[in-house]
């Protein structure tokens, strides 16, 4: 049985004449322990289909299943890392670390939530900036709260909202190897939303493009076969790799021109020469 | 408010050695001054203080003479010359029984300033003298059950102005008391946002004057059988109801415009309904709600002497009435001296205000 399931899923936002469509017949499955990752440009509808996933939004029509139940809430088993990071300002660190672990295990000792916290804050690396404000940290160590926030709650699946968007190319390469680690430890199962590629092919087991919205469908999947761990530079000389990026690319790339090609429209100029008044 | 203190060149000045030994004793760097952020921070301001205090003079002085030469014309027509001399003669010696009645000069002011500060320290021995020669009858009076002898005499004007104070806290606390509990409600709910909206466009622009006739009307019926001290609970009313608005609105609006991030962390933690308002929205809130809870607590100080002013209440707003009415000469200088008094204490409960709204807010960016 397949874990994650959307049959069918469409979202629509408005009512009457101003609807707008944005997904259309959305039809995913993923498994238990699979890393999967959807790729799409931006405006594509890919919060909106995370945020159906998570429980945040409803679909009009079709059904999210969840272990074959249908997604209703949102749910501690679904673990959720937003892409703005949605780190409460006024909590230092490990606040906001505790105020998932509180909510998540409710039943524990303080002791017990304490040490949780601490070891999830540990375990981004952030232990000495635990008492520290968000606002005092960099874009990647923020990341790295909302990650160990996400985390601490155990979640059995872990949603990215293209988690590292923000972040610069350097950071960013860390903090995927990071999440990577965290991952292989346990295998949970992840979805991993991203504009970017590179990082998909990296990450995830098997890619699927969104194609742009509005009515955004998923295309076809690419499964990458490459074996784990991976090394980013060996990456660069891996057919397999280098394959896989270029057919995805390929087929975003046409999208986009199917795009333009829709958006254009033929202008006739009328054919007139300009009158001389010299002679 | 950054403190600042004019070392012009420390080096020479005995001052500013010692200056710079207590620094190096606090092991502190010793704060740097610029040339350009003194005159800045210091010189103007001094010197348009000067400025404003010489205009004021001179202004007065317009003032005067325009009055004098109309007492001494009027002397002229009714009575005639001799009187005309005595008036211009009477004016000059300075005699207090023929003064111009018009803007007082600053040095009027300063001197009433401290003829008030006399009368404080007159009044304060007085009361305690008082206590002092009442204090063994009041025992016996107090184990014999009956009600022990006060002092009735006429507050000072420092006691007015712990009266004033006392008012607008109590006022204020009733304004917190009361509109951020219903702005939070009104903000959480749309629906009851916009069922209040219209009461609160209506009430919001009510002048003080009638909220407190309102609160007379009420008041006057509900403390008919206490002897409680009705003047104080309809004042205190009255601000509080003129002032709560802005938290009101401030504390609804703060509510209702969380960011929906926040709002979208506390459903994927799935926080209860009480804890969400707790943990997310009012923290979230804080620095809007603190920011009416400053507009409101300067919006109920100012209406303050108006109320107390028509209420009777004893306070600032009573003595700046009562000088006016009583017409003595130094009467105008007090006048101005309880409007400096107004303006400076209404500028420290705002800097307090600040304070406390920037210890309390998660964005520290909160300034004049």
């Not at chain 2, 952020?37 to 010489?54: D, H, N, W």
């Not at chain 2, 809130?285 to 603190?290: A, E, G, W």
């Not at chain 2, 130094?330 to 303006?343: E, H, Q, T, W, Y």
């Amino acid at each position: 049985m397949a874990y994650l399931e959307l049959k069918n899923v469409c979202k629509t936002y408005g009512t009457g004449e101003q609807a707008t469509q944005v997904l259309s017949d959305i039809n995913l499955t993923i498994g238990e322990g699979e890393f999967v990752a959807i790729v799409g440009f931006t405006g594509s509808g890919k919060t909106t289909l995370v945020n159906l996933i998570n429980g945040l939004l409803k679909p009009t029509s079709g059904e999210v299943l969840f272990k074959g139940k249908p997604v209703v809430d949102t749910s501690h088993e679904r673990g959720v890392i937003f892409q703005n990071y949605s780190l409460l300002p006024w909590l230092s660190v490990g606040q906001n670390v505790a105020m998932a672990v509180k909510e998540a295990f409710p039943k524990d000792s303080k002791k017990a939530q304490k040490e949780r916290v601490a070891a999830y804050v540990e375990m981004v690396g952030l232990s000495p900036a635990i008492n520290k404000r968000p606002k005092e940290l960099s874009g990647g160590m923020r990341q790295r709260v909302a990650v160990a926030r996400a985390l601490s709650m155990n979640p059995e699946m872990i949603i990215m909202d293209e988690p590292l968007g923000a972040l610069d190319a350097l950071t960013r390469g860390n903090l995927q190897d990071e999440i990577l680690n965290i991952w292989s430890k346990d295998k949970r199962t992840a979805l991993l939303i991203t504009n970017d590629v590179d990082e998909g092919i990296y990450m995830a087991d098997r890619i699927i493009p969104l194609r742009p919205g509005p009515n955004a469908t998923l295309g076809p999947e690419f499964k990458i076969d490459i074996e784990r761990p991976r090394d980013k530079t060996e990456l660069n000389d891996n057919p397999t790799y280098k394959k896989t990026r270029n057919a995805i690319i390929e087929y975003l790339m046409g999208i986009g021109e199917e795009r333009k090609a829709e958006a254009k429209k033929v202008y006739e100029l009328p054919d007139l020469s300009p009158k001389s008044f010299v002679a | 408010m950054k403190q600042s203190v004019t070392v012009n060149e420390p080096k020479d000045l005995k001052a500013g050695v010692a200056l710079k030994a207590f620094f190096s004793k606090l092991k502190i760097k010793p704060p740097k001054f610029e040339v350009k952020t003194i005159l800045r921070k210091v010189v103007v301001p001094i010197v348009s203080i000067l400025l404003f205090i010489g205009l004021w003079h001179m202004g007065s002085k317009a003032l005067f003479n325009v009055e004098a030469n109309y007492k001494i014309e009027k002397a002229l027509t009714d009575q005639g010359q001799a009187a005309a001399d005595a008036t211009k003669a009477c004016i000059a010696s300075g005699d207090l029984s023929c003064q111009p009645n018009t803007l007082p000069s600053p040095s009027q002011v300063w001197a009433s300033f401290n003829t008030l500060l006399a009368d404080h320290k007159t009044i304060s021995a007085d009361k305690l003298a008082f206590k002092e020669k009442t204090a063994a009858l009041n025992e016996k009076r107090i184990a014999a059950g009956k009600e022990p002898i006060t002092y009735t005499g006429r507050p000072s004007f420092v006691d007015q102005i712990g009266t004033s104070l006392k008012t607008v806290f109590a006022g204020f606390l009733l304004a917190l008391v009361i509109a951020v509990p219903i702005g939070i409600i009104i903000g959480l709910s749309e629906t009851l946002r916009s069922s209040f909206n219209w009461l609160i466009q209506i009430f919001k622009p009510v002048s003080p004057v009638v909220w407190l006739l309102l609160v007379f009307m009420i008041v006057k019926t509900m403390t008919k059988d206490s002897n409680s001290d009705s003047a104080f609970i309809i004042s205190f009313i009255s601000v509080g109801l003129c002032a709560m608005w802005a938290t009101l609105v401030n504390t609804a609006m703060g509510v209702a415009t969380v960011d929906k991030d926040y709002i979208n962390v506390a459903k994927v933690l799935k926080l209860g309904a009480l804890q969400k308002v707790f943990k997310v929205i009012l923290p979230s809130s804080l620095p809007l709600i603190f920011t009416g809870l400053r507009i409101t607590l300067s919006v109920a100080w100012m209406v303050l002497i108006a109320i107390e002013l028509l209420a009777q209440s004893p306070g600032l707003g009573s003595f700046v009435w009562e000088e006016f009415q009583n017409g003595a000469n130094d009467s105008n200088s007090k006048i101005i001296v309880a409007m400096f008094l107004i303006g400076i204490i209404g500028f420290l409960l705002d800097r307090i205000m600040l304070v406390v709204q920037n210890a309390v807010s998660f964005n520290k960016n909160a300034s004049a």
